[in-house]
Every structure is written in structure tokens, then in C-alpha cells.
Nanobody, 115 residues
């Protein structure tokens, strides 16, 4: 069964940058929409950013101007570039991608912002 594989998380100092990647483990139909979520300890999972097949993006106010969702060079690969990271950005980040067959979740990747 095809899954989304995430990479790119880690520990970074405040003000630093990370890029998360999300790609399917096998061949799937083209994703028309990808959503990025995060879940901090003790909090509900929240939608952070979306990107459509057209390239149109949306962001929550907390990350607007700092995070950028984009499509990678490989088919169905999605990226989340995170700049000027803050301790409040610490969370497990998930991607969720949609095609005409349904949707797929990534396994999650930890992002920790700490001095």
C-alpha cells in the first residue's frame, strides 16, 4: 500500500530554517491538493498550509511570511520551507495529499525549535 514518506525534520535554533519533504512510496495518481498539519504536545492537530495543483497556497496567520509550501522537482513531491523558526513552531508535522482515489497521510516528522 502506498504511503507518504516525510523527511527533513530535526532540531534547530530559533531563527533557523528547515525544509520538510513529503513524497509517495510508490506510483500514485497526481495529487491535486496537499495539506500540511502540525501537532504540538497537548494540543490538537492544526492545519498550517495548503497547496493546490495550480500552485495556489494558503497559510495560517502564525506562519504567513515565514513558511512556503511548494512542489518538488519529482512527481508528487511536496515541500514545506520553514524560515525564521520560533519555539512555538515546535511540533510533529504531517502532510496529507489528495488525488482522485482518496487521500494519504505522512508518518509525521518532529520539528523542535530550541536554543
Amino acid at each position: 500500500q502506498v504511503k507518504l514518506v516525510q523527511s527533513g525534520g530535526g532540531l534547530v535554533q530559533p531563527g533557523g530554517s528547515l525544509t520538510l519533504s513529503c513524497a509517495p512510496s510508490g506510483n500514485v495518481l497526481t495529487f491535486y491538493r496537499t495539506e500540511w498539519y502540525r501537532q504540538a504536545p497537548g494540543k490538537q492537530r492544526e492545519l498550517v498550509a495548503t497547496i493546490e495543483n495550480s500552485g495556489a497556497t494558503t497559510y495560517i496567520d502564525a506562519v504567513k511570511g515565514r513558511f512556503t509550501a511548494s512542489r518538488g522537482s519529482a512527481k508528487n513531491t511536496m515541500l514545506l520551507q520553514m524560515n525564521s523558526l520560533k519555539p512555538d513552531d515546535t511540533a510533529v508535522y504531517y502532510c496529507k495529499a489528495f488525488n482522485t482515489r482518496g487521500y494519504y497521510w505522512g508518518q509525521g516528522t518532529q520539528v523542535t525549535v530550541s536554543a
